[in-house]
């Protein structure tokens, strides 16, 4: 993939970022993510996402447990292998309810956590580029994807001048590759350094 | 607490989860009781046994367990990763963090998935129990064969659950200093639970003499008048030891200087522990070394060495397990923390005092912008 051109800013405080995100946004820039070390409630819809489908995949994962897991034992005790058991019914629903109750929710288990991994791309040994080492820590690292006619100092004044306790530009693969991360190269290493 | 506690319940059904299979006799034919398509028929196992269904309840148990345990430790992995100093410790700590970045649309994603399984888990654990319990409360067994069973193993299993956390929490608190996450008010909530959950095993015993009588059944009768209510029958000791660690001593905890107290708390837990050990002696033992035939009645029961063996086994597997997690995960969810300091933490009510001054309507003017 190829490599983009983002400008990167740091914030400490959940109270500057918010205006800080509105202000950027409105001022026609592509927030590219803004990375946090925990939740943040309502930044999401600050940057103008959408709700998660990932609890409607969760419910349809859960009704294939519940479907599959009456399907089969259904089949299983009244067609492939009737068996007599004190001459009670072969369709026993009732005694069924705990596998169903089971299945449906290891369904809807197993499927959320694999449907989550896949649209946020994790899995072990993946590796991603990270815009700034205290992401995970106690910063909450705003980046924005630059376009040709991006002013970077401009931008980086901006963000200053909105709060950001630290600016930067980085020149970074968006995607995901496979990697180690003890073979790290510095953060800011690769810094391209702009003509003034 | 609650990472902590999930490890526990893991690390405490992969123990569980071996009896069963031991109890087969031939280990390596356990995969016998799943459903699939095998050259002996096929055959099919039996759905409508609650044995099959303990097989799928247990199974599905740890699976739900382990993934949502899992799914919150990876952005705290990420963190360790982060601010990892040796090699090994970033390459490992890698791996494990999934190459989490903490873009907002993954906790987004992150913060559904932990609500769903989280909800996932809630009446699964109510499940497993209630299935559990169902093993012995299908059987025709005296003693054994009761409707109260599963609210009485839930209510057992959450007593002595929270027994468990309190045991291990009050020493990982003290060594890892994490006085200020795990405080006081938490530990005190818990053992307003334990005795809440501890009363509520003692109705159900006593709930369970009394039908031992208004049945009017003469095995149930004997089962819980002289075999675990007398004290002494050869197993009453058992019956009132049970009594005393789960019922009698709890109740200690209705004051509040008790509940707060480290050194009460820990000595209530081990006596818990005890106590839902001797549960499960009582119900299998005092039901099983007498029955319908008194030409099979055994004088006493003595565990062999096996049975020893397996028991201390679980132990080993489960501290081994615990204490590898202690060391090298993270014992509190760090994420969680963050957030929870950030909206509550003393630090952000030290700042409220500028809020707190302003008029009414400049204070809905400003927050209805958020």
Redesign the interface.
Known sequence: MAKKKFVVGCFDD?AVL?PAVKKVRTSGYKIH????????H???HA?G?R??S??TA?FIYGITGTTTALS??SW??TL??P?N?GG?PHF?LP??V??I???T??F???G??LT??Y??????????H?FH??????LF?MVIECTDKTNVDDLKAFLSSNGAVETDVQVAEEG?WLG???K?EMMFENKEIVAA | MNRAAEAMTIFAVMCAGQFPIFHMGRVWMAFFVL?YPNTR????V???S?L??DV??IS?YF??SL??WY?GL??DF??V???AFT??R??L????S????????????????S???AG?ST??VL?VHT?VS?DFATSVIPGWHTTIFPPYFVAGAIFSGFAMVQTLMVIVRKVFQMEDYVTIGHIEAMNKVIVLTGSIVGVAYLTELFMGWYSQNKYEGYTFWYSRAYLFSPYGWSYWGMMACNVLSPQIFWFRKMRRNLFVTFFMSIIVNIGMWFERFVIIVTSLYRDYLPSSWSVYYSPTIWEIGFYAGTFGLFFTCFFLFAKYFPVIAI??I??VL?TTGEGYKNKMGKIEEQKLEDFVHEQAH?
């Open positions: 959940e918010f993510d803004v990375y946090t070390p925990f939740a943040v309502g930044l999401d940057l996402m709700e998660t990932l609890h969760g089969c034992i299983i005790f492939d292998w068996l058991i009670k026993a005694a069924w705990p596998i109750f089971e299945l929710v290891l809807a288990a197993v959320m956590v989550f991994c649209l946020c791309q994790l899995a072990p040994f993946v590796k991603k990270h080492a205290r992401a995970t820590d106690d690292v995901w180690r991360y003890d790290d | 459903p028929g096929p055959l099919w039996n759905f409508n609650p099959l269904w799928f309840a599905t699976t739900v993934l949502f799914s990876i952005p990420a963190t990763r982060d601010r090699k090994l970033k390459r700590y890698g791996i494990a999934f190459g989490w970045t903490g873009s907002t649309k993954h906790w987004q994603r992150h913060e559904s998935l609500l769903v399984l996932l009446p699964l499940s299935i169902f994420a969680e963050k957030y950030k958020h």
